[in-house]
């Protein structure tokens, strides 16, 4: 069984920058796609950024591209976000997932971490 924990989340001001780790147990995933999903209050779960497994693409959604940027370590079983310029809208608990890339939907959720950026 795979258990993916969040750490990293936090209360920062406008601007400010966190990095939130995922670590994996119970399953090497260095041929998961790993990605950050988000959700704030009263709305719907959404898409942040994905990392692929074989050459590291990634892709973004339009709300954090330029500010966010997703990483992995392999050797570590790890992935980051690093999130700098942080607005008040990106408050939300944080999610990471993963999924071996011909399979639709992510297969490992974790428990989430909570991110609050105050104006």
């Known amino acids: 069984q795979v258990a993916l924990v969040e750490s990293g989340g936090g209360l920062v001001q406008a601007g400010g920058s966190l990095r939130l780790s995922c670590a994996a147990s119970?399953?090497?995933?260095?041929?998961?796609?790993m990605a950050w999903f988000r959700q704030a209050p009263g709305k719907e779960r959404e898409f942040v950024a994905h990392?692929?497994?074989?050459?590291?693409?990634?892709s973004y959604a339009d709300s954090v591209k330029g500010r966010f940027t997703i990483s992995r370590d392999n050797a570590k079983n790890s992935a980051y976000l690093q999130m700098n310029s942080l607005k008040p809208e990106d408050t939300a608990v944080y999610f990471c997932?993963?999924?071996?890339?011909?399979?639709?939907?992510?297969?490992?959720w974790g428990q989430g971490t909570q991110v609050t950026v105050s104006s």
């Open positions: 119970g399953r090497t995933l260095s041929t998961y796609g």
């Open positions: 997932a993963a999924k071996r890339s011909w399979v639709r939907n992510y297969e490992y």
């Open positions: 990392i692929g497994w074989r050459d590291n693409y990634a």
